[in-house]
């Protein structure tokens, strides 16, 4: 558990997605450390997984996203928020009544200056980062596998969604939400996408009553991360867990793919659909209109705090002429 008080959080700091990695192999599934003057255990397999979502505020309670909770940044940008709402002379409900209204119908209640804030940024926190880590690692995965892109071009193609402007009125196909539908193949790239790249590598929470897992106990008032990266990666159900592999979605088993890119239960994420929409039109344009070069063709990537390039990568982007490589 480390040295008093810091416990093992310079380790982590240094070593970051690593120190998990090194701390799974020795221990597996369920192991306990001392991270930021909190005892934390953290767990991973798919069926405590499940097990532990479904028990959303019984056994377990939320503590929101780590990063963000620990954001300096976060107060900062609430002072600049407050600052300018200030100078402006407005309160709170005048400067955004419709996003107000929304909130307060929903919840049947008033709202502060604060409360709607705090909503605010949590959108834009849990939003922004996300769908961008995965957009950026869809460019990865995408120029690391062209056989991948190649049949996804395939795809598009098959429902007319490469043709090029002339054929269509000179306007660009429409993308409808019936046609992700007939996308079977970009489904599964988007989920493999998820599985390999997880934006969000656990979810913390703390524990709300003393319980009992694979024979460890796990004790009231510590917390607990469910490690959303690890059971992805440790997947005994898959071949090559670590490989980018979406045909993997194809096959009649798929449903035992460990798969928690959103979380489960009741605090599971509620951007999922818009999440997918965002995600997979970004693919569809990508096919449709450009053809890119990556500075570093295999770039090392760090899983933490998002998965991202361990060094500076450039993407150069070229208009791709439609129906040609
Ligand atoms: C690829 C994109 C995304 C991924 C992988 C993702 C993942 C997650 C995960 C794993 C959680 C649960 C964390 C936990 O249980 O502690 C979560 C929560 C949340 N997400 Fe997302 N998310 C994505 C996009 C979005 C978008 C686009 C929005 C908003 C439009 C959004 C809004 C939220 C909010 C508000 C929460 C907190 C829910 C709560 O605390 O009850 N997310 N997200």
Redesign the pocket.
């Known amino acids: 558990m480390g040295i008093p008080i810091l416990g093992e959080s310079l380790q982590f700091l240094h070593k970051k997605a690593k120190f998990f990695e090194e701390k799974r192999k020795e221990h597996g599934n369920i192991y306990k450390t001392h991270l930021f003057g909190r005892p934390t255990i953290r767990i991973s397999g798919k069926k405590n997984l499940e097990k532990l979502f479904a028990a959303e505020n019984k056994l377990l309670q ?1 503590l ?2 780590f990063l963000f909770q620990a954001c300096k940044a976060k107060e900062e940008l609430k002072n600049l928020f407050l600052k300018r709402i200030k100078e402006d002379g407005k309160s709170c409900s005048q400067q955004f009544p419709a996003v107000l209204e929304k909130f307060c119908k929903s919840q049947n209640s008033e709202f502060d200056n604060d409360d709607l804030l705090n909503g605010i940024f ?2 834009i926190f ?2 922004g980062e ?2 961008s880590t ?1 957009a950026m690692c869809a460019l990865i995965h995408l120029s690391k596998h062209p056989e991948v892109l190649e049949k996804l071009r395939q795809e598009l193609s098959n429902v007319d969604l490469l043709a090029p402007p002339e054929e269509n009125n000179n306007s660009e196909v429409e993308v409808t939400a019936e046609i992700f539908s007939k996308l079977p193949y970009l489904d599964c790239v988007y989920k493999e996408l ?1 599985r390999v790249t ?3 590598g656990g ?2 929470r703390r524990v709300l009553k003393t319980f009992e897992l694979e024979g460890y106990t796990i004790p009231e008032g510590w917390t607990v991360v469910l490690g ?1 990266r690890d059971t992805h990666e440790l997947d005994s159900n898959l071949d090559d867990p670590l490989t980018f592999n979406p045909d993997r979605w194809m096959q009649a088993d798929s449903s035992k793919i460990s798969f928690f ?3 489960s239960g009741p ?5 999922k659909g ?2 997918h929409l965002i ?1 997979k039109l970004f693919i569809i344009k990508l096919c449709q209109q450009c053809n890119w070069t990556l500075s570093e063709p295999n770039p090392e990537m760090v899983a933490m705090p998002t998965p991202r390039p361990k060094n500076k990568l450039m993407c150069s982007f070229n208009q791709r002429e439609y129906n040609k490589e």
């Open positions: 939320s929101g996203f949590e959108l849990n939003a996300t769908t995965s998820l997880p934006a969000v979810a913390y959303i890119p959103f979380a605090r599971r994420c509620p951007g818009y999440a995600l």
